[in-house]
């Protein structure tokens, strides 16, 4: 990244700057410091106390150098909704982790990216600002380099980032929508699973879950959802909390022979982008799986339903289906 020494920039020193124009933290600071290359003018290192003058070249490198030898590059396939220089945006099919662990070494979506950018010469480091189960269908946010991936989680960390989510519950709710302000912790049996807990619980993790009712029938609810908090299954253990799991989720309610998996989709993302500052929403489109249950349990109002949500909440519907 370049910046030309002008206007209000000239007699600023460099650190004020990288705070206040380009909005790094300390420690992104602190690490370019160190960093070959990762702070010049007019192409040679300087220090932050540096102060330029009209016509200064500001180079500062926030781009990886090279990819994460932690990753193997994969051939999988993976759509792409949005790409820039920043950020990437796939929606991952269910049945596909998000990074690799302990049983996935190779069949996740960090792969997946790993293996697009060596084909293209892109050196590449997995930075997800969010993360899905497995078995979660939709969209994912990934930095693709260390300012974005800071900047991005800043909005995340202030409530910035709205993340929407279609999901398919067991049971008919008698309600339009609400809030679950539920705290949760990890169950003492397990390392996984997750429960609702009272709030003074020494492991308590604050959660909140916003959710609209779109649709009941055939024993049924339809929700949009909006995670508040961004704790591990949370809409899943809140849900399964109010006595409505989600259909087909086989470890906080009841596997189903309708679908092969929970019946969960992240669906819609909008946040601001990180460098430019332009309003970004984005939706996935729904996987088959989830399709086919939606016609199933509610044949005749899902259109209508999800067009009349999306003109109420201004958010996108048309790629829904």
Same mark, same amino acid.
């Given at each position: 990244m370049?910046?030309?020494?002008?206007?209000?920039?000239?007699?600023?020193?460099?650190?004020?700057?990288?705070?206040?124009?380009?909005?790094?933290s300390?420690?992104m600071?602190k690490?370019?410091?160190?960093?070959?290359?990762?702070?010049e003018?007019?192409?040679?290192?300087?220090?932050v106390r540096y102060?330029?003058c009209?016509?200064?070249?500001?180079?500062?490198?926030?781009q990886?150098?090279?990819?994460?030898?932690a990753?193997?590059?994969?051939?999988?396939?993976?759509?792409?909704?949005?790409?820039?220089?920043?950020?990437v945006?796939?929606?991952?099919?269910?049945?596909m982790?998000? %990074?690799? +662990? *302990?049983?996935?070494?190779?069949? &996740?979506?960090? /792969?997946a990216?790993?293996?697009?950018?060596?084909?293209? =010469?892109?050196?590449?480091?997995?930075r997800?600002?969010?993360?899905?189960?497995?078995?979660?269908?939709?969209?994912?946010?990934i930095?693709r380099?260390?300012r974005t991936?800071?900047l991005?989680?800043?909005?995340?960390?202030s409530?910035?980032?709205?993340?929407?989510?279609l999901?398919?519950?067991?049971?008919?709710?008698?309600?339009?929508?609400g809030?679950?302000?539920?705290?949760l912790?990890?169950?003492?049996?397990?390392?996984?699973v997750?429960?609702?807990?009272?709030?003074?619980?020494?492991?308590?993790?604050?959660?909140?879950?916003?959710?609209?009712?779109?649709?009941?029938?055939?024993?049924?609810?339809?929700?949009?959802?909006?995670?508040?908090?961004?704790r591990?299954?949370?809409?899943?253990? %809140?849900? +399964? *909390?109010?006595g409505?799991?989600? &259909?087909?989720? /086989?470890?906080?309610g009841?596997?189903?022979?309708?679908? =092969?998996?929970h019946?969960?989709?992240?669906?819609?993302?909008?946040?601001?982008?990180?460098?430019?500052?332009?309003?970004?929403?984005?939706?996935?489109?729904?996987?088959?799986?989830?399709?086919?249950?939606i016609?199933?349990?509610?044949?005749?109002?899902?259109?209508?339903?999800?067009?009349?949500?999306?003109?109420?909440?201004?958010?996108?519907?048309?790629?829904?289906l």
């Amino acid at each position: 990244m370049q910046i030309i020494a002008e206007g209000a920039l000239v007699g600023m020193c460099v650190r004020d700057v990288l705070k206040k124009h380009l909005s790094l933290s300390t420690k992104m600071m602190k690490y370019l410091k160190y960093e070959n290359n990762g702070i010049e003018v007019n192409g040679k290192h300087c220090t932050v106390r540096y102060v330029l003058c009209k016509g200064d070249v500001l180079t500062v490198s926030t781009q990886d150098r090279e990819s994460s030898p932690a990753v193997e590059a994969v051939d999988l396939p993976l759509d792409i909704l949005y790409e820039d220089d920043e950020l990437v945006v796939p929606a991952k099919g269910a049945n596909m982790p998000t %990074h690799p +662990s *302990h049983d996935h070494h190779s069949d &996740t979506v960090a /792969n997946a990216l790993a293996y697009r950018y060596l084909k293209s =010469g892109t050196p590449f480091v997995f930075r997800p600002i969010n993360r899905l189960d497995r078995n979660t269908s939709g969209l994912l946010l990934i930095a693709r380099n260390k300012r974005t991936a800071a900047l991005l989680t800043r909005q995340l960390q202030s409530g910035n980032i709205r993340k929407t989510y279609l999901a398919v519950l067991d049971g008919e709710m008698e309600t339009e929508g609400g809030i679950i302000d539920a705290c949760l912790h990890r169950t003492p049996e397990s390392i996984i699973v997750r429960e609702v807990c009272p709030p003074d619980a020494p492991d308590a993790a604050p959660a909140r879950t916003e959710y609209t009712v779109l649709s009941t029938g055939n024993g049924h609810t339809l929700v949009l959802a909006h995670p508040i908090t961004g704790r591990t299954h949370q809409l899943r253990v %809140h849900f +399964s *909390h109010l006595g409505y799991p989600i &259909t087909g989720d /086989n470890l906080y309610g009841t596997p189903s022979h309708h679908i =092969g998996r929970h019946a969960l989709h992240a669906y819609a993302l909008s946040f601001s982008h990180p460098i430019s500052a332009s309003p970004m929403q984005l939706c996935a489109p729904l996987p088959q799986d989830m399709q086919d249950l939606i016609a199933l349990f509610f044949p005749n109002s899902l259109m209508e339903v999800l067009n009349e949500h999306s003109r109420e909440k201004e958010a996108p519907s048309s790629s829904l289906l």
